[in-house]
């Protein structure tokens, strides 16, 4: 189901207390769910097993499994220790990691479950746990505590019937939130009183969105006929929030447990798998291959070897002939088998749980990120999932927001025009346009601010009020929306003598100029959405008067309103819009009494529905806001974010496309992408707008003109680009292109004609020669449809979505990396998103140092992985040349366990925690470095290839440079020769310290813990090798290595030899090293000389301005 679609789902009836609606009636017990909540994933009995059915679903665990049974099965080289410990180690850390944090979930279910609630039984107040809540139960909960389950708002302990809740636990929103009673039970205010209630509740079933809830409530009186009153989102006390600033309020359950809305959003994101996680997989099978061929190779060899008479069983061995015809295929099977288990630690199992760990550890350093710590919220970086650090450094592609994104979405009122009379800072002062002089006819002017005092959903809180508004106090008011427009309006409307004094009874109470207070009687709230654009109220005045004020975007207002009356309006809208202000139009009719009964009567029928009550709501607004009369608008100043214009900047220079998806009108969205850089001096403006393609039926047609004309143009320009994917743009940034959504729909759903069929196609080859894309008009979905577009072009780029809106969640969730603000229009994109960061700046830093840094650091983890796997099994493979093919291991059974586990394990998990081959500060101020890590530089098949040549190249040194010392009768004083356990322990000490030691050379930044675990790790090998070979384990049938190491240690030629040939090595390495360093230092010099040279004057980007022309600053 795509995004912004709707599922229908069946209903529920409650009974309100379990009491039947009538006595005649026999009360059945409804099943429904209890009210625990489980969001644990395992109990004590099935931990064990369903931990590792899921571990071993992964490829790796289960290769390594069977390679195990393969161990224990058949007569292999190497004991089934040494590829059981590894893997035990692997699935035990990862099941106490996830055994721990489920016991974490099980001890919080717990406190919810156990804490005590009031529920009101046979007209008294009982104490329940809160898990013994049942649907239906009429819940007593006061004041600050947390609502037990999903309840009906039946009755409050203020007069009016509201309670204040905050719903921080759920969608982050700190703000206070006003919900309402059932208007025939908020009077049910007593234990009594409300035990006395006979009501059936009908709404929709469980269903997760927050914002969403349909439902009826059926009241039944003695000898009469049962009220009905619809239920909304208003009327829905969710579990998780919290009461505040009344002393109690009374509420029936309709969801418990698993089934309220907060549970039902416990669900993940879908998974999303980085390009790293997709290299690993392709390495991974180049290495499979290796190990089949060398064990085929091997297999082959052996019956090769053994077809000469003189090479076959030793005299003491002999079998028959018959017994060597006997089930050949069966032994050259498990010959096969046995070098595969020879040759298996090839494939580094221990990688995949030192990727966990360093993704782990390492999202830490977002979070502790001191520069990313805004002190107006409080708050720094967060991290939601940390399965994506290493693709913060490969994003090709920004799709970003623009109000509370880019700009403050800190809304403050600038000016209004009242018929075409513009009005600035107080109702004095007015400039009208050139033919238009002169002020606004009184009565207009009152009714506009009149409109923009009742036209909201605006609340007021006092400083420590409680149970309703109290006194008239204006000075202490405070303002609370859900939408910071609404307040600047609210506030502007107080700078011209009009106060909004709040809600009380249904009655909103309005200061006027003259210090006297109007009552207005709230009928209706047609509440703002998307679709429409606009939003409603219905007053009478205390004369009778019928009034319906409306507000919205012009777009959605001019249709509705006397097309005479909107010239004089629309040219201060698009002057405001051209100055980069946020602009809303506002209109009104007056209603006659036969009117409002009829949209009375169609607004009830409307909220009574309980399928499809948003289309018919939808349908029944659309006819009601017809007719109207402009009286004028607003312009609102929404100032762009601190730092977000040198940001948009430095993604530019990194290499990264940025593109606005806003819903704001062209001419707002475009000043603010000139302020904010997105557009240059040399951008060229290309428009798909309603303006180019025009309205007619011909529109079509004029698109299609528009595109080939835009497409041959931008072919011209930029010829077929050879070098890469992405960075033929950065030599000609000019070209910008504007599209709103209404042309946007037309590309993505044209007519079923030939000639439109691939619209999109030349479309997306537009906007990927343009250096910036502004996307005007969209909404939530037509901005998915843009992510989803540019993802599945060819090479998969990789985008990056970042918004601070409920509207930012569809492209948040469709991009590979969702970024969400922690903004001011609640916190649904950041509870969405990968990351949460406070402000727009700080993706700078979080994408050019962190991401920088994440890719490097793992990229480096995954090619020395492999490396060191190659290094550490090549010997083995020689060796097997050199021992007739016997299967024979080359190393001790303790050194194979240990080997990835202990030995190298540390320097690597260290170096991709800590390294920084560029310090944060040049990383951030200089984001062309970031150009070169992009597309995955660090684990093509190049870099890829040098790794497995160098791991190549280390192998046949270790192998044949001891195997021709070994030759030399001077490594004992006797003249005697070691062995060949002695032989294997010098190849594994030289291993150890070179893969160790390159390690050590890589490291640019060095901390006391990379000395630890490098050096420490070395030692740690002499120890347990003296301590291995020291004493006689009686658990061992063959003491094969006893004083190996010890005895092996004091022939100085040995060490001689190790020294040599670790330096034969590393050589290349050290060369590689000093060569970079003579590079770096030439380029330094040059640059520094470059720098001395004149330069042309260029005007500082800081200091340009812009005009209304598209393609002039």
């Not at 020689?878 to 190298?904: E, H, K, R």
């Amino acid at each position: 189901m795509c995004a912004g679609e709707e599922k229908r789902v069946g209903t529920r009836t409650v009974l309100a207390g379990h009491r039947p609606v009538s006595e005649t009636d026999a009360y059945v017990a409804q099943k429904f769910c209890d009210n625990r909540i489980v969001s644990s994933k395992y109990t004590v009995w099935n931990f064990l097993p369903k931990n590792l059915f899921e571990q071993f679903r992964r490829i790796a665990n289960f290769y390594f499994l069977i390679i195990f049974l393969v161990q224990v099965i058949v007569d292999t080289p190497t004991s089934p220790v040494t590829s059981g410990l590894p893997l035990f180690f692997v699935i035990t850390v990862t099941a106490i990691k996830q055994g721990y944090e489920d016991w974490l979930r099980h001890r919080a279910d717990n406190e919810v479950n156990k804490s005590n609630v009031f529920v009101i039984e046979n007209a008294k107040q009982v104490r329940k746990e809160s898990e013994k809540i049942k649907v239906g139960d009429i819940v007593e909960v006061k004041a600050d505590e947390t609502f037990p389950c999903d309840l009906i708002f039946l009755a409050s302990s203020s007069p009016d019937g509201t309670c204040y809740v905050t719903t921080a636990s759920l969608d982050g929103e700190s703000n206070f939130k006003t919900h309402y009673a059932v208007r025939d039970t908020m009077v049910l205010c007593t234990h009594e009183a409300i035990d006395s209630l006979a009501a059936t509740i009908e709404c929709e079933q469980p269903q997760p969105d927050l914002y969403k809830f349909v439902g009826r409530i059926n009241i039944y009186t003695s000898n009469q006929e049962p009220i009905a009153r619809s239920l909304g989102p208003e009327n829905l006390l969710l579990k998780g929030s919290t009461l505040k600033n009344t002393k109690k309020i009374y509420g029936v359950a309709v969801y418990t447990g698993m089934e309220t809305k907060m549970a039902l959003n416990y669900q993940g994101k879908s998974q999303k798998r980085s390009a790293v996680e997709k290299s690993i997989n392709a390495f991974l099978v180049v290495y499979l291959c290796m190990l089949l061929s060398k064990a085929t190779v091997c297999t082959t060899m052996k019956y090769v070897w053994q077809s000469n008479p003189f090479n076959d069983e030793p005299w003491y061995n002999e079998k028959t002939k018959k017994e060597k015809e006997a089930f050949k295929v069966l032994r050259m099977f498990t010959d096969f088998l046995s070098f595969m288990v020879l040759f298996n630690f090839i494939i580094p199992v221990s990688m995949y749980v030192t990727v966990e760990m360093q993704k782990f550890l390492g999202s830490f350093f977002i979070s502790w990120d001191k520069e990313m710590y805004d002190e107006e919220i409080k708050e720094g970086a967060l991290v939601n999932t940390s399965d994506l650090n290493e693709e913060l450094g490969q994003v090709e592609y920004v799709f970003t927001d623009k109000t509370g994104t880019l700009t403050e979405n800190s809304m403050e009122f600038i000016e209004c025009c009242i018929d075409g009379h513009k009005y600035k800072e107080s109702i004095s002062e007015v400039d009208g346009p050139l033919k238009y002089y002169g002020k606004a006819e009184k009565c207009r002017e009152e009714l506009f601010l009149r409109a923009l005092c009742l036209c909201h959903t605006v609340q007021i809180k006092e400083g420590d009020q409680v149970d309703g508004l109290i006194g008239h106090l204006e000075h202490r008011a405070t303002y609370i929306s859900s939408s910071p427009d609404e307040i600047a309006l609210v506030k502007g409307a107080k700078k011209y003598g009009f106060s909004f004094l709040g809600l009380e009874n249904d009655y909103m109470k309005v200061k006027n100029q003259n210090n006297e207070t109007e009552r207005y009687q709230l009928l209706h709230i047609l509440n703002f959405d998307p679709v429409r654009r606009r939003m409603s109220v219905i007053v009478r005045t205390i004369t009778g008067k019928l009034f319906l004020f409306c507000k919205g975007a012009d777009s959605s207002i001019f249709p509705k309103v006397q097309q005479d009356e909107i010239q004089q309006t629309k040219a201060h809208v698009d002057r405001n819009a051209m100055d980069g202000y946020r602009t809303l139009c506002v209109a009104f009719k007056e209603l006659s009494q036969a009117e409002y009964d009829q949209i009375d009567k169609q607004i009830c029928e409307a909220k009574m529905a309980l399928q499809d009550r948003e289309e018919k709501m939808a349908k029944v607004f659309e006819d009601i806001e017809a007719n109207m009369h402009l009286i004028g608008a607003t312009a609102v100043e929404d100032k762009l974010q601190e730092q977000a214009a040198e940001t948009i900047e430095a993604l530019h220079a990194a290499g990264m496309k940025v593109w606005v998806l806003t819903g704001d009108k062209m001419e707002t969205a475009k000043s603010t992408c000139y302020a904010c850089r997105l557009f240059q001096t040399n951008t060229e403006l290309l428009e798909l707008t309603t303006k180019t393609v025009g309205h007619s039926e011909r529109k079509e047609d004029r698109l299609h003109e528009l595109l080939m004309e835009y497409r041959k143009r931008l072919l011209q320009d930029f010829p077929k680009n050879r070098g890469g994917r992405k960075r033929s743009w950065m030599l000609n940034q000019e070209y910008g292109l504007i599209i709103d959504g209404s042309t946007l729909s037309l590309i993505l759903n044209p007519s079923q004609d030939s000639s439109s069929s691939n619209y999109k196609t030349i479309f997306l080859q537009i906007c990927l020669k343009c250096t910036a894309v502004l996307c005007c008009r969209m909404a939530p979905l037509q901005k998915a449809q843009i992510v989803r577009m540019v993802k599945s072009t060819k090479g998969s780029p990789i985008t990056l979505s970042i918004g601070d809106g409920a509207n930012d969640v569809s492209m948040i969730l469709e991009a590979h990396v969702g970024i969400g603000i922690k903004g001011k229009e609640g916190r649904q994109a950041s509870r969405n998103s990968d990351y949460a960061v406070p402000k727009f700046k700080h993706l700078r830093k979080l994408l050019l140092a962190h991401g920088h840094l994440y890719y490097v650091r793992i990229a480096h983890l995954v090619q020395y992985f492999f490396y060191k796997n190659l290094c550490f099994i090549l010997p083995q493979f020689l060796y097997q040349f050199f021992c007739g093919f016997s299967q024979q291991p080359l190393y001790d059974a303790a050194y194979l366990t240990m080997y990835n586990i202990c030995f190298t394990s540390l320097p690597i998990l260290a170096y991709s925690l800590l390294e920084q081959h560029i310090n944060i500060e040049t990383l951030t101020s200089d984001p062309q470095l970031y150009m070169k890590i992009s597309d995955n530089a660090m684990l093509q098949w190049k870099p890829f290839l040098y790794w497995t040549f160098l791991g190549a190249f280390e192998g046949l040194v270790f192998f044949f440079g001891v195997y021709y010392l070994f030759q030399n009768s001077s490594l004992e004083d006797n003249g005697k020769v070691f062995g060949n356990w002695t032989f294997g322990t010098i190849v594994f000490t030289i291993l150890v310290f070179t893969v160790t030691l390159k390690l050590a050379l890589d490291t640019r930044f060095w901390t006391w813990m990379n000395h630890f675990v490098i050096w420490g790790s070395l030692a740690f090998y002499v120890f347990f090798s003296f301590f291995w070979g020291g004493i006689i384990w009686p658990f061992l049938k063959q003491q094969r290595m006893y004083f190996v190491f010890a005895h092996m240690v004091t022939s100085l030629s040995t060490w001689l030899a190790i020294i040599l040939l670790i330096f034969i090595s590393l050589f290349p390495e050290i060369l590689l090293i000093v060569f970079k360093n003579v590079r770096r230092k030439a380029q330094s010099s040059r640059k520094a000389s470059d720098s001395l040279s004149p330069r042309p004057s260029v005007r500082p980007l800081l200091l340009r301005t812009f005009s209304d022309e598209s393609n002039v600053l």
